[in-house]
């Protein structure tokens, strides 16, 4: 039963690695388009569970959609007060 669940947890995390890759694919292609913005919001959206390796792959995107931002405070003031929590975790 044990390792049932283990198996599934396991699967459930693959699942999510995949959606923050595809997450990322969209990251790129928006900072490429010269569209920091909507980039960081992507990448703010939907914050992984307390997985390691999840949040780690989610940093990756949230780290390529901030270094594209030439003013990173300007932006931030742009942003939803609901995005500030997700990026202080």
Do not use: F, H
């Not at 995949?18 to 913005?37: D, F, H």
């Not at 390796?53 to 940093?59: E, G, L, S």
């Amino acid at each position: 039963m044990a390792e049932t669940e283990k198996s599934a947890g396991s699967d459930n995390t693959e699942d999510i690695l995949a959606k923050i890759e595809n997450k990322s694919l969209k990251i790129e292609s928006l900072i490429k388009q010269y569209k920091p913005i909507e980039a960081i919001k992507i990448a703010l959206e939907s914050y992984p569970p307390q997985d390691k390796r999840c949040k780690y792959a989610n940093w990756i995107g949230v780290r390529k959609a901030l270094m594209a931002i030439k003013d990173v405070e300007g932006i931030l003031r742009s942003l939803d007060p609901q995005y500030y929590d997700i990026l202080m975790k």
